[in-house]
């Protein structure tokens, strides 16, 4: 790791911030996805159940 003298708290805690919004944004995206795949056998269900 390079020495970053005294921006070492800023430039760490900027990296940190970055990963926790990066995770919170692809735990999101996967409960998102979950949500919609719910909704869309719901709908073929009913769509099935009408032929």
């Known amino acids: 790791m390079p020495d970053l003298g005294k ?8 990296y940190a911030v970055s990963l926790a919004l990066l995770a919170v944004l ?3 995206s996967l409960w998102r996805a979950k949500r919609v795949k719910a909704a869309l056998e719901k709908v073929e269900a009913r769509r099935n159940g009408q032929d």
């Open 7 to 14: 921006y070492a708290g800023a430039v760490l805690s900027a």
């Open 26 to 28: 692809v735990l999101w």
